[in-house]
C-alpha cells in the first residue's frame, strides 16, 4: 500500500473521515517535550496546551494528515471551525455582545471625557490599515510624567483573540466606578501611571468582525500585512528570529515573525512608548490557553526577577 495511502487510511481511523476544506479544531494527544520536539517542524497552529487532554490545534487537512504520520492521536471539538456561533448580538456589537473596534473607540472617548482627572486618551500611532492605535493613561495626574511605578497592559495582539480586548476595557471601566470610594484602589492609582492599550491589533480585530461568519480564515491571527499577515506577538526584538519553533520565517505560517525586528507599525508603536516612558511591568492578555507565562520565553532560564513574577 502506497505510503500516502497509509496516511490518509490512519487519519481516517484515528481522526475522522477527512474534510473537503476548511480548519478544524483538534485535541492532539501531546504531552512530553519528546512529542512537541516532533511537532515542531509541522508549524502548526496552537491554541493552547493543558495537562488534562493535549495540544489544541486549528488543523488542516494537510496538518490531519502530517499527524497521523508520525503516529499521533487526536479527537475533534468541532469539525468546522469557521460554523461556531454565538447568542443573539446588541445592535453595534458581533458575537452577542463582544465590543466592536468603532464601540471600543467611542467608549474610550467617553471614559476620557467623563474622567478626565484620571485619564488621558492618546494615540501611539497608526496600525497598518492607519487606524489609531489607541492608549489610555491612567493616573491621579494622567497628563504629567510623574515618578511613580510604570506599568504597561494590552490586549488583542492576536486578532481572533477577542476576548483579550474586553479585559482591559473591563479594568478601565472598573477604574471609573470606583476610583472615588474605593480607598485601595485610589491609592494603586494615585502611586502609579498605568497606561491600557485595549487592542494592539485593530485592523486583524475589525477583519475578524467582518468576516468570522464565513470562511474559516476568518478568524485571522495576524496583523493585515500582505500577503498573509505577521504575528505581532513574534515581531518584538528580543532575541527575534532566536528558532524556527518559537517563530517561523515562512510568511504563510501561523507565527511568521516578520521580516525584521519591529517591522510591524503595531510593535514600533510599542517600541517607541516603552523607550520613551521605561515601563517597570508589562502585561499582554491573550486567550484560551489558560496559561500564565513568564520569561524568558526563547531559553528555559528564570529570569532575575523570577521571585517577583512567581509572587
Known sequence: ?????????????????????????????????GDFA????????????????????????????????????????????????FGARREGSFYGGYRT??????????????????????????SYME????????SDNPTQDEEEGKLFIHGNTHAREIMTLEIPMYFLNRIARDYYT???????????EVYVVPSLNPDGHVYVEEHHDGSPYGWRRKNMRPPDGVDLNRNYGHMWGYDDHGSSPNPWAATYRGTAPFSEPETQAVHTLFQRVGFDFAMSYHSFGELLLLPWGYVNQPTPDEETFRA
Open 38 to 85: 516532533l511537532l515542531a517542524p509541522l508549524n502548526l497552529d496552537v491554541l493552547s496546551h493543558n495537562t488534562r487532554d493535549g495540544l489544541h490545534v486549528l488543523a488542516t487537512d494537510r496538518d490531519l494528515e502530517s499527524l497521523a504520520s508520525l503516529g499521533f492521536r487526536w479527537r475533534t471539538v468541532d469539525y468546522d471551525f469557521s460554523q461556531v456561533r
Open 182 to 192: 474605593d480607598p485601595e484602589l485610589a491609592r494603586l492609582i494615585d502611586s502609579h
Open 131 to 138: 487606524r489609531d492605535i489607541w492608549c489610555m493613561k491612567v
Open 101 to 126: 473596534i468603532a464601540e471600543m473607540e467611542a467608549e474610550l472617548v467617553e471614559l476620557a471625557q467623563a474622567h478626565p482627572n484620571i485619564f488621558y486618551l492618546f494615540s501611539l500611532g497608526p
Open 1 to 33: 500500500m502506497p505510503a500516502r495511502l497509509k496516511a490518509l487510511l490512519v487519519l481516517v481511523l484515528l481522526g475522522g473521515a477527512v474534510r473537503a476544506g476548511g480548519l478544524e479544531w483538534v485535541v492532539v494527544e501531546a504531552h512530553t517535550p
